[in-house]
T-cell receptor
Framework: EAGVAQSPRYKIIEKRQSVAFWCNPI?????LYWYQQILGQGPKLLIQ????????DSQLPKDRFSAERLKGVDSTLKIQPAKLEDSAVYLC?????????????FGPGTRLTVL | AQSVTQLDSQVPVFEEAPVELRCNYS??????LFWYVQYPNQGLQLLLK??????LVKGINGFEAEFNKSQTSFHLRKPSVHISDTAEYFC????????????FGKGTRLSVIA
């Protein structure tokens, strides 16, 4: 079974530029999560999708971050414009459904460096 | 709101020695508890989880954890570590109801020394 795929693996941009990350979850997984992991900290949820609807985006900085999950499969996370403090690893995860009992499977992440 | 405290940011241990990684949580409601491992440049992998039932939970790679409700702890243990166990370990908590997110601790870096 293929795992969660993410691209690119690494990205370096200058502040005020825009960037987009892509995630392809495990086939059949209805729930998709985007996490931000700043160096030295645990992952923090940015947004959770159930199929193509948003379940929780309370911690997403909506003035600069946006995410979509068209057709309930792939997802894209965008930052526009980027700030220095956005330097982090962005992790995508998926699970069969959104219940908290269900295991989340994580992709390898995209490491973003903002200069 | 829930929170997780991992008391040690770094734990060095010699190969074949036992190890305990400590995790305490705070919550006013019942929780599920998880331990994840993150190898360099990889995503997180579930080691084990406590949902209900027996408080001693066994996971992959010889790890186990014990849920202690009175002490609000979920410490991770392994009787004999290997070099390959060198990684970052994260404790996480979620509540029983709805789609509430996982809340992670800051992580503990386990370094196994040959």
């Amino acid at each position: 079974e293929a795992g969660v795929a993410q691209s690119p693996r690494y990205k370096i941009i200058e502040k005020r530029q825009s960037v987009a990350f892509w995630c392809n979850p495990i086939s059949g997984h209805a729930t998709l999560y985007w996490y931000q992991q700043i160096l030295g900290q645990g992952p923090k949820l940015l947004i959770q999708f159930q199929n193509n609807g948003v379940v929780d985006d309370s911690q997403l900085p909506k003035d600069r971050f946006s995410a979509e999950r068209l057709k309930g499969v792939d997802s894209t996370l965008k930052i526009q414009p980027a700030k220095l403090e956005d330097s982090a690893v962005y992790l995508c995860a998926s699970s069969l459904s959104g219940g908290t009992r269900n295991e989340q499977f994580f992709g390898p992440g995209t490491r973003l460096t903002v200069l | 709101a829930q929170s997780v405290t991992q008391l040690d940011s770094q734990v060095p241990v010699f190969e074949e020695a036992p190890v305990e990684l400590r995790c305490n949580y705070s919550s006013s409601v019942s929780v599920y508890l998880f331990w994840y491992v993150q190898y360099p440049n990889q995503g997180l992998q579930l080691l084990l989880k406590y949902l209900s039932g027996s408080t001693l939970v066994k996971g992959i790679n010889g790890f186990e954890a014990e849920f202690n409700k009175s002490q609000t702890s979920f410490h991770l243990r392994k009787p004999s570590v290997h070099i390959s166990d060198t990684a970052e370990y994260f404790c996480a908590v979620s509540v029983h109801s709805g789609n509430t997110p996982l809340v992670f601790g800051k992580g503990t870096r386990l370094s196994v020394i040959a």
